[in-house]
């Protein structure tokens, strides 16, 4: 037997919305810094705080690896992981992305997130 996923959509009850942040945004572990974008993305869903997805290609790959670790979102689909390589150590599954994001929020394709209570989010201007 096969479990089928839920898929909904964004809604009055569950709003999403995504915009261009208009500010570079970095993201740094300490000393060192994992990204820098003037193209990311502001996502705010529901009560949750927004979240800074920052285009793949402005992040350090050679600070992350990939991981096993996967979650499901039913507004956003399937999250895959990274942990990110730092001078004090790894910080395991601190970045995730969707790959192939539901059609509600595509916008979001090729661009990562980070757990920003782990890492140093800076919106600037």
Same mark, same amino acid.
């Given at each position: 037997?096969?479990?089928?996923?839920?898929?909904?959509?964004?809604?009055?009850?569950?709003?999403?919305?995504?915009? =261009?942040?208009?500010?570079? %945004?970095? +993201?740094?572990?300490? *000393?060192?810094?994992?990204? &820098?974008?003037?193209?990311?993305? $502001?996502?705010?869903?529901?009560?949750? =705080?927004?979240?800074?997805? %920052?285009? +793949?290609?402005?992040? *350090?790959?050679?600070?992350? &690896?990939?991981?096993?670790?996967? $979650?499901?979102?039913?507004?956003?689909?399937?999250?895959?992981?990274?942990?990110?390589?730092?001078?004090?150590?790894?910080?395991?599954?601190?970045?995730?992305?969707?790959?192939?994001?539901?059609?509600?929020?595509?916008?979001?394709?090729?661009?990562?997130?980070?757990?920003?209570?782990?890492?140093?989010?800076?919106?600037?201007?």
């Amino acid at each position: 037997m096969s479990m089928t996923k839920e898929q909904l959509t964004p809604g009055p009850d569950h709003p999403i919305t995504i915009e =261009p942040t208009g500010r570079q %945004v970095t +993201i740094a572990a300490g *000393d060192q810094v994992i990204a &820098r974008s003037d193209s990311a993305l $502001t996502l705010r869903e529901a009560s949750y =705080p927004p979240v800074q997805y %920052v285009p +793949i290609d402005d992040v *350090d790959r050679s600070a992350l &690896r990939p991981t096993d670790h996967e $979650t499901y979102c039913p507004y956003k689909g399937d999250a895959s992981y990274f942990t990110v390589t730092t001078p004090d150590g790894e910080l395991d599954n601190v970045i995730w992305t969707y790959e192939q994001p539901y059609d509600a929020v595509a916008e979001i394709k090729d661009h990562v997130a980070f757990y920003a209570n782990r890492v140093e989010v800076t919106v600037g201007d």
